[in-house]
């Protein structure tokens, strides 16, 4: 399962499943170029990697963004073989009645925008070679949320995104897919987790664990297994797939 | 590369196409492999052609005494069961649900879901005793989307779905995963001899081709190694695209 000399291009890299990812990927020899909202966490991370890898601060809602952080990969890599569209926020926790259009749209516009932003200019710079695009969708993306509907919704969006670039992409032997983490060990939860029961996260925890098959969170090099299968040649049968890394959630 | 050097792997329907392709890939991963078919001929033949140690067992995975004499002879042999891909499926004859016969569902039926159920049964046993291992079972693209005039293959692909997420919710809680790959249409024995125009079951795939066993074999190495440790109850798609659409 080799992604050996590849080029990977990953949003929300200074993130934990994208921290699991960069080391997974630079661990099997590929080149990356990371991105992130926030430089100075980047920065940090860089600082602590061995392997061929750069960074650019992005704000992956804007087009232009997403423009030069292709230009940077094809500058200091000359090619580009694998995007990993992973940067999401999981914005505000609360009824549907009680969400505001800008908080709404915040969430639009990063974890469903953003991504298409990200296809649309990849696609561009990967037609000529073929390629592997990763979305990271969740185990919201598959199933209702009560109090998470920016998110949830979102997730959903992901997932016909990927459907539509998979058929459109599939000509130029790029494979397109999702991958749909269950709850993990990260920043994200323990927000969600305060969202939801502020002063009583840990028993909010425990149910969640519980109602997990496998009792327990995720961890997210658990996440970077699933995306290193897919980026590999070995999955070049697999495009506009969902796949779940969710410790049996969606059974 | 996947490295399973000292695992030992049980896969059914290994005699040819995908079961023989997991085969090969398990064993070239440094793993001890034991082929079970029903031909016994055909096995012993399969088997001689691998570099590595194996097993030719034939069974009948729809009978149970078979299926338990197979589990016991792994154990028998090397002390354990790492690794089950439970593979043996055949095809149903092509026609409408009111011209099929109860002959024809029994015998799809009896391999395709009772063949995985004996298959997993005795091998959760094994697996519970020594408190590791991983199971993978072969549904199908089939197990999601339909196919007009193959309603029992159909209807046991789906089966082995249910089966699939019913079995790794029982056992999430043990260190035991089970797990299955959907493969689109695949390049096999089976298919070839089911379906005559091939370039029309091409066309169904975004991909616009078939897949080859060798692309299920990969995913099916995905979900018996660790790295996909938080995996249970997955339907693992390889389908060229086919139910994305």
Redesign the interface.
Known sequence: ??VKDKVVLITGAAGEVGRATVNRFLAEGAKVMMTDLNESSLQDFAGTLKGDVAYLAVDVSKLEDNQKMVDATLERFGQLDVFIANAGIEGKIGPISDCSLDSFRLVMDINVIGVWCGLKVVVEAMKDRGGSIIITSSGAGVMGTANMMPYNTSKHAVIGL??CA??EF??FNIRVNTVN??PLDTRMMRSIETGYAPGAETAFQNTLKQTT???RY??PD??S??M??LASD???????????????N?? | ??DFNGKTVLITGAAAGLGFSCAESFAKAGARVALVDISAEAVQQAAAQLDSETLAITADVSCADQVQAMVDQVVGAWGGLDIAVNNAGISSTLEPVAETSAADFDRVMAVNLKGVWLSMRAELNQMLRQNRGTIVNMASALSQRVFPGASFYVSSKFAVAGLT??A??EY??TPIRINAVC??N?TTPLLESTIEDLDALASLH???RL??PQ??A??V??LA?????????????????????
Do not use: H
């Open positions: 399962m080799s990927m459907r998979a058929k599939a000509p983490p269950g098959p496998m009792g995720g961890r658990e996440i297994g699933m290193l299968f070995d999955a070049s049968y697999c495009t506009g797939g969902v796949y779940m890394v969710d410790g049996g969606a059974c | 590369m996947f997420r019913t790794a919710v999430a809680e493969p689109g695949v975004a991909m616009k897949g080859t692309e299920v990969n995913a190495m995905f190694s660790d790295l996909s440790s938080f995996n249970t109850g997955t339907l693992l798609p390889v389908d060229g695209g086919w139910t994305a659409q």
